[in-house]
């Protein structure tokens, strides 16, 4: 089992930035994958970002160029740096982990942008 731990969520401005944090319970080298989905209100689950263990990413298209990911292998932390936020960018953003073929999720954490 993995258990992920989410932090960083909260209310920003437009424009501002916000840095999610995932802290998993197993070390990274034991992952095919971790990474960031989202969900807003009335909408399906989507990619956010993903980094996969030799280090390639993918970054959905209404984020890239505003959004990075990275990780920190000695923490067993992956990190969603987020710049220039948007009022769309409100959602639960989740924690996902993949480990020995299967999906494992984090508890979600709320990301606000408003005025």
């Known amino acids: 089992q993995v258990q992920l731990v989410e932090s960083g969520g909260g209310l920003v401005q437009p424009g501002g930035s916000l840095r999610l944090s995932c802290a998993a319970s197993?070390?990274?080298?034991?992952?095919?994958?971790m990474g960031w989905y989202r969900q807003a209100p009335g909408k399906e689950r989507e990619l956010v970002a993903a980094?996969?263990?030799?280090?390639?990413?993918n970054l959905g298209d209404s984020v890239k160029g505003r959004f990075t990911i990275s990780r920190d292998n000695a923490k067993n932390t992956v990190y969603l740096q987020m710049n220039s936020l948007k009022a769309e960018d409100t959602a639960v953003y989740y924690c996902?982990?993949?480990?020995?073929?299967?999906?494992?999720w984090g508890q979600g954490t709320q990301v606000t942008v408003s005025s």
């Open positions: 996902n982990a993949q480990w020995r073929g299967a999906n494992f």
């Open positions: 197993r070390s990274w080298y034991t992952f095919n994958a």
């Open positions: 980094i996969t263990a030799t280090d390639t990413t």
